[in-house]
C-alpha cells in the first residue's frame, strides 16, 4: 500500500519523532496532532477522513504514575508555562488557550480519550472569546459585486510541492477538484528552502501591487488535519505574506489569533478574500457572509496561494481540496 493512501483517511504516529508524553517544552515538535493537541500518545490517531472516525486510539500511549515527585515537577512545568502565556499577549490567545485546555486534559491521563467532543468544544469557545465573542460579526451579500473575473487557464497554476517527490504524489485534478495533500516529514519546495513542506498552488500571471484583487474558491478541509494553512496570500519582501488561512482543530482562523469561521471538516465552503492594497485592507467572506476585515502588511508585490502549507503544531497528514478557483480585479 502506498504512503499516501495508507495517510488518506488515518493518521499515525512519526516514530522518529516520538517524544516521552512528560516532556513538555514550547517548540514546534512538542505536540503534533489530530485536531490541534495532544501529541505521540496523547489525542494522535482519533481523527478518519471523509467517513469521520477510525475508532483505532493510539497503542502507544503511555500512563505516567502519579508520585508526589511527579506531580511536582508537573506542578512546575505548569506555573512556568502560564507565566509564559501571560506574556503572549491577546495575538496569542488562540494557541495559548488551545494549549493550555490540551495541558488540562493530558494531566487526566485518560486511556479512552473519553474527552475528544468535549476539548473541541473548549477550543472553540476559547476561539470564539479571542475574536471577540462572535464568530459571524458581519452581513451577508456578494462579494463578487463590482468585480471582473481574469481569464485562467492551467499555465497560471504553478504547483510549489516538495521538491524530492513527483507531483502526482502530492496532488490530483479529478472532476474539476483540484486535492493537495503534504506530510509534516516531506522536504521544502526547493533544497535551500528552510521552509516547512507544502503542496500549494500559486497563481501566476496575477501578480499585483496596486488596486483590489479578489481570490474565489470552494475549499474543503478533511477532518484531522490541523497546523495547516489553507490560502495566502503571498509577497515578494518581508514580511512574506500578508493574509495566512490556517487550520487548526477544524477552526479556521487568519494566523492564529483572529477566528474566522468556527467549523469547516467535511465540507465544502466558498472562500472570498479581498484585497484592496491601495487602502491596506483585507476581507474574508465564507459562503457569502462576511467574516473579518482587517489591515494588511503596507505595500508590495503580492500573489495568492491555496493548498496545504505545514505550520506549528501540525498533524502528520495534510490535506485541502479546491474548485472552481477565480481570480477578480475591481471594476475601475
Keep these: 500500500m502506498s504512503e499516501e ?14 517524544k516521552p508524553v512528560e516532556t513538555v517544552e514550547y ?7 489530530g485536531s490541534g493537541y495532544g ?10 477522513g471523509d467517513a469521520g472516525y477510525t475508532g483505532g486510539y493510539a497503542e502507544k500511549t503511555e500512563v505516567v504514575s502519579g508520585s508526589n515527585e511527579d506531580e511536582y515537577e508537573k506542578y512546575q512545568k505548569e506555573e512556568k508555562h502560564h507565566k509564559h502565556k501571560e506574556h503572549l499577549g491577546e495575538m496569542g490567545a488562540l494557541a495559548a488557550g488551545a494549549f493550555a ?6 494531566a487526566k491521563k485518560d486511556p479512552e480519550h473519553a474527552h475528544r467532543h468535549k476539548i473541541e468544544e473548549e477550543i472553540a469557545a476559547a476561539a470564539a472569546v479571542g475574536s471577540g465573542g462572535d464568530a459571524h460579526p458581519f452581513c451577508n451579500g456578494d462579494p463578487t459585486e463590482g468585480f471582473t473575473a481574469v481569464p485562467l487557464t492551467e499555465r497560471n497554476f ?4 516538495p521538491y524530492d517527490t513527483p507531483l ?6 479529478v472532476d474539476g477538484v483540484r486535492r493537495m495533500w503534504v506530510y509534516s516529514s516531506d522536504k521544502p519546495l526547493r533544497p535551500d528552502s528552510k521552509t516547512k513542506p507544502r503542496t500549494e498552488i500559486r497563481i501566476r500571471g496575477y501578480d499585483y501591487s496596486s488596486g483590489t484583487w479578489q481570490f474565489e474558491g470552494y475549499g474543503f478541509v478533511p477532518n484531522g488535519t490541523s497546523g495547516a494553512n489553507i490560502m495566502q496570500i503571498h509577497r515578494a519582501t518581508y514580511p512574506a505574506t500578508t493574509l495566512m488561512l490556517r487550520v487548526y482543530g477544524g477552526l479556521l482562523t487568519n494566523y ?3 477566528l474566522v ?6 465540507r465544502w465552503m466558498r472562500v472570498n478574500v479581498i484585497h484592496d492594497v491601495d487602502a491596506n485592507k483585507l476581507t474574508v467572506f465564507i459562503d457569502g457572509v462576511q467574516k473579518m476585515e482587517a489591515e494588511g502588511n503596507g505595500p508590495g508585490v503580492f500573489n495568492f496561494k491555496c493548498g496545504v502549507y505545514t505550520q506549528n503544531y501540525s498533524t502528520y497528514y495534510m490535506e485541502s481540496r479546491w474548485r472552481d478557483i477565480r481570480i477578480l480585479k475591481k471594476n475601475e
Aim: proline share 2%; hydrophobic share 20%.
Design 5 to 18: 493512501r495508507h495517510h488518506h483517511h488515518h493518521f499515525h504516529h512519526h516514530k522518529e519523532e516520538e
Design 27 to 33: 517548540s514546534e515538535t512538542a505536540y503534533t496532532t
Design 39 to 48: 501529541g505521540d500518545g496523547g489525542y494522535n490517531a482519533g481523527y478518519g
Design 101 to 106: 485546555l490540551y495541558e488540562k486534559h493530558e
Design 158 to 161: 504553478l504547483m510549489e510541492k
Design 168 to 173: 502526482e504524489e502530492r496532488y490530483s485534478f
Design 256 to 258: 492564529v489569533w483572529t
Design 261 to 266: 469561521e468556527p467549523y469547516v471538516y467535511d
